[in-house]
C-alpha cells in the first residue's frame, strides 16, 4: 500500500493484514472460506496465495473450535486474527470468548497474555438473511478483559486493525460490512491516533452526535442536513465501545449542551445507554436537554425487505436532533 492511497475499508483491511504478516511471521489469520476463497466479502483475498496454508487456514465450520485453537495458538507465542464469517454466527464461540479469551490474563495474575484479535463483519445494510445483519457489540463490551472497537472509514480501519493486532490484550474489531465496498478514502500516512481515542470529524455548537461504525455516516448526513436549517451540529466518531472515551464526549458536551448517540444496535441495554448514563453523571449542569438514543428496536432482527424500517436512517436521527433541540 502506498501512503495516501484510497482504498475501500475492504481493501484497507487486506492491506492492514498483509502488512502485519509481513512484519512479524508469528501473525496468523483463521477462519471459515478465509483461504482459497479468501472470505464471502473478499476481504482476505490473495493473502493464502501470497503466506502460504500453515499461516492463512481455512477452518472447519466450528466457532468455538476456532477461536479455542486461537487461544491455544496465542498461549505459544503467536497473535492469531480471526474471521466471524457473519455476525451472529460468534455466539456458539461466545463461551471461549468470555471465558476464557477475556479472563485468562486476570486469572494467570498478568503473567499470561492472549494478543488475539477477532474480526466480526457486523449490522446490517445488506439485504441478508436473519444471523446475518446483527449487532452484538454491546455483548462483548459488557464483558471485562475484551477491548472491543469499530472503524467507520477506510484509514481507521487500516490502522486500528494494525493497532489491534500489536496489542497484548484480545480485541473485538467489529467491521461494518455495509460499508465494505464503498467509495475508496485516503488511508493517512502514519498512525491517526491512539487506537481507543474518539475524534471529532464536524464541529458544532448545538447539538452533539455521537457514533461508531456503520452510523457514523448517517450522523454526517444529519448535521449536513440540519445545517440547511442553521443548525451547528458536532459530530463524534466513538472509534471504541470498549473503553469508551467519556472525556472526548464530555468536552463536546460541555460545548454543546445536548447529546444524541446513534447505533444500529438495539436501543434497549445498547451501548448508548452506558454513554447517556455516564455523560448525564459527568455533565448534569451542562445539560440543556437528556441524552437520547436513536437505534434498532428490541427485537429480532427482520426481513430483508423490511431492514430499512428497523435501521437508524438519516429521517430517525434528524428526529432525534429534533426532540433534543426541542427543550
Not at 32 to 49: A, C, I, S
Given at each position: 500500500?502506498?501512503?495516501?492511497?484510497?482504498?475501500?475499508?475492504?481493501?484497507?483491511?487486506?492491506?492492514?493484514?498483509?502488512?502485519?504478516?509481513?512484519?512479524?511471521?508469528?501473525?496468523?489469520?483463521?477462519?471459515?472460506?478465509?483461504?482459497?476463497?479468501?472470505?464471502?466479502?473478499?476481504?482476505?483475498?490473495?493473502?493464502?496465495?501470497?503466506?502460504?496454508?500453515?499461516?492463512?487456514?481455512?477452518?472447519?465450520?466450528?466457532?468455538?473450535?476456532?477461536?479455542?485453537?486461537?487461544?491455544?495458538?496465542?498461549?505459544?507465542?503467536?497473535?492469531?486474527?480471526?474471521?466471524?464469517?457473519?455476525?451472529?454466527?460468534?455466539?456458539?464461540?461466545y463461551d471461549q470468548i468470555v471465558t476464557q479469551l477475556a479472563k485468562m490474563h486476570a486469572r494467570a495474575l498478568g503473567k499470561i497474555k492472549l494478543p488475539v484479535v477477532i474480526r466480526i463483519p457486523y449490522a446490517g445494510g445488506i439485504g441478508a438473511v436473519e444471523h446475518h445483519s446483527e449487532s452484538p457489540e454491546a455483548l462483548f463490551a459488557h464483558v471485562a478483559g475484551l477491548k472491543c472497537v469499530s472503524p467507520a472509514n477506510s484509514s481507521d480501519a487500516y490502522w486500528m486493525l494494525r493497532q489491534a493486532i500489536e496489542c497484548d490484550d484480545p480485541v473485538i474489531f467489529f467491521e461494518p460490512k455495509s460499508r465494505y465496498w464503498g467509495k475508496g478514502e485516503e488511508i493517512s500516512r502514519g498512525v491517526p491516533g491512539p487506537l481507543h481515542q474518539a475524534r471529532v470529524i464536524?464541529?458544532?455548537?448545538?447539538?452533539?452526535?455521537?457514533?461508531?461504525?456503520?452510523?457514523?455516516?448517517?450522523?454526517?448526513?444529519?448535521?449536513?442536513?440540519?445545517?440547511?436549517?442553521?443548525?451547528?451540529?458536532?459530530?463524534?466518531?466513538?472509534?471504541?465501545?470498549?473503553?469508551?472515551?467519556?472525556?472526548?464526549?464530555?468536552?463536546?458536551?460541555?460545548?454543546?449542551?445536548?447529546?444524541?448517540?446513534?447505533?444500529?444496535?438495539?436501543?434497549?441495554?445498547?451501548?448508548?445507554?452506558?454513554?447517556?448514563?455516564?455523560?448525564?453523571?459527568?455533565?448534569?449542569?451542562?445539560?440543556?436537554?437528556?441524552?437520547?438514543?436513536?437505534?434498532?428496536?428490541h427485537a429480532p432482527y427482520p426481513p430483508a425487505r423490511v431492514e430499512e424500517e428497523y435501521l437508524p436512517g438519516l429521517d430517525r436521527v434528524l428526529d432525534g436532533v429534533d426532540r433534543a433541540l426541542a427543550y
Open positions: 500500500m502506498a501512503p495516501g492511497e484510497k482504498l475501500p475499508i475492504a481493501k484497507a483491511i487486506n492491506s492492514s493484514l498483509r502488512t502485519a504478516m509481513e512484519n512479524d511471521p508469528k501473525v496468523l489469520i483463521m477462519g471459515e472460506d478465509v483461504g482459497k476463497l479468501g472470505g464471502v466479502f473478499r476481504v482476505t483475498d490473495g493473502l493464502q496465495k501470497d503466506f502460504g496454508e500453515d499461516r492463512v487456514i481455512d477452518t472447519p465450520l466450528a466457532e468455538s473450535g476456532i477461536v479455542g485453537t486461537a487461544i491455544g495458538l496465542a498461549l505459544r507465542g503467536y497473535r492469531p486474527v480471526v474471521e466471524i464469517q457473519f455476525d451472529g454466527f460468534v455466539f456458539p464461540a464536524r464541529e458544532g455548537t448545538d447539538l452533539t452526535i455521537a457514533a461508531y461504525g456503520p452510523t457514523v455516516r448517517t450522523a454526517l448526513q444529519a448535521a449536513e442536513a440540519s445545517a440547511e436549517e442553521g443548525r451547528s451540529i458536532e459530530v463524534l466518531d466513538l472509534r471504541t465501545i470498549s473503553p469508551i472515551d467519556f472525556d472526548t464526549i464530555q468536552r463536546s458536551v460541555e460545548k454543546t449542551g445536548r447529546l444524541v448517540v446513534v447505533h444500529e444496535a438495539p436501543v434497549f441495554f445498547g451501548s448508548g445507554a452506558e454513554v447517556a448514563a455516564r455523560i448525564t453523571e459527568r455533565c448534569f449542569y451542562h445539560l440543556e436537554a437528556p441524552v437520547l438514543r436513536v437505534g434498532g428496536f
